[in-house]
């Protein structure tokens, strides 16, 4: 992997990663931009505990533009866009419309390949290492800025979703706190150390689905599987089978490895609901391990944490989806309409031929 790193012409920064060493990226941004401006601003609930990012300037943000106008695709001549070169395998720049700015975080967004029309499910295993390298490479860069504390990097897909650019790309967010969803794991894990005596709850979650009904798919290095108490209709959890704080600590067999299980699972999520249907909407969440202070997990280190992606869909059968309605928006109650031991199942049956 070569990496180069140069800045857009409002002074974001904007970083190559390519799977050629000899490749050249000189390409000058020619938009005549001025410089960024966000008004982000972190406000702690002191109810519930939790923190909103208050991010107006974002609601002039790009909006579906047409396919020939995309923001993502290279800079082709005239027709100028985030990327200055008129090719790319990866490409990682700063969000011109970020949700954390300046003390308040950071926003990254994280193009997959330059082709408009490919998902990441359509990556080769090379452009998937890529990938890979990359989520792994900004977590390390991230993770050094003294706002930061934690290093989220996911994808949405789907207009469903609320996706608004149609270009493959995810996103990159560095928190100035550890994430409510975060803490909360990080209690539970802290209450069974202290309960069992040491016991890793991870370790523990993981061994009982290795040997329960739930599992989709297995390899030497990786296991995906629906979880015990899923919250959504189709959700599975990724695991590296050696339990890692983050990806920085991913060995080379893992690594190498996890390209050809990511797009086997992926794949198999837009076979769910059959061939005709349109592409499943989904949501791919990297789960790390804070960079900040842990003190208030009592008892608890990063190395108890242990990394994973969670992957699942809102779409819950054919040309329905499932909302946030009372429960779950009103009181963090969700209710699941297909059984996770069904939905493992389902995920079997699509499997490649």
């Known amino acids: 992997m070569k ?5 857009l012409a409002d002074g974001r920064e904007l970083v190559y990663y ?3 060493d000899d490749t050249v990226r000189d390409a000058v941004d020619r938009r005549p931009l001025e410089r960024t401006v966000t008004t982000s601003e972190v406000r702690r609930d002191p109810l519930l505990g939790d923190s909103v990012a208050v991010a107006s300037h974002r609601q ?5 533009p047409p396919a020939d106008q995309c ?5 082709d001549g005239e027709r100028l866009s985030e990327i200055p070169d008129s090719s790319y395998d990866v490409v990682v720049f700063e969000n011109r419309f970020p949700s954390l700015a300046g003390d308040s975080g950071r926003c990254e967004v994280v193009c997959f390949t330059s082709d408009h029309d490919a998902s990441f499910a359509d990556l080769s295993e090379e452009q998937a290492r ?3 390298d990359a989520w792994t490479d900004r977590t390390s860069e991230l993770s050094h800025l003294p706002s930061v504390e934690q290093v989220f990097c996911f994808e949405n897909r789907g207009a469903e979703i609320g996706v608004t650019l149609g270009h493959p790309h995810g996103q990159i967010y560095a928190y100035p706190f550890t994430t409510p969803r975060t803490a909360l794991m990080l209690r539970s894990l802290a209450a069974h150390k202290d309960a069992t005596c040491g016991e890793n709850l991870f370790d523990a979650v993981l ?3 290795l040997a329960g009904e739930r599992v989709v798919l297995e390899s030497e290095e990786w296991v995906a599987f629906v979880p015990y108490a899923a919250h959504w209709p189709y959700e599975v959890h990724l695991y590296p089978k050696r339990r890692v704080p983050d ?3 991913l060995d080379e067999a893992a690594r ?3 390209p050809k299980v990511y797009l086997e699972l992926l794949r198999r999520f837009d076979r769910i609901f059959g061939e005709t249907e349109p592409p499943t909407p989904y949501i791919a969440a990297w789960h790390q391990a804070p960079f900040g202070q842990l003190e208030e997990f009592e008892g608890v280190t990063r190395d108890d944490f242990a990394l994973h992606l969670e992957l699942f869909t809102i779409r819950r059968t054919s040309g329905k989806l499932k909302f946030l309605a009372g429960s779950e928006s009103g009181m963090n109650v969700f209710i699941n309409d297909v059984p996770p031991e069904r939905a493992a199942e389902r995920l079997r049956e699509v499997a490649s031929s």
């Open 256 to 258: 190498t490895e996890f």
């Open 18 to 20: 390519d799977l050629r």
């Open 3 to 7: 990496k180069t790193s140069t800045r």
């Open 247 to 249: 990806l920085l600590a």
């Open 130 to 132: 890529l990938v890979l």
């Open 71 to 75: 923001p993502l695709c290279p800079s």
């Open 207 to 209: 061994d009982e689905e």
């Open 60 to 64: 002039g943000r790009t909006y579906h």
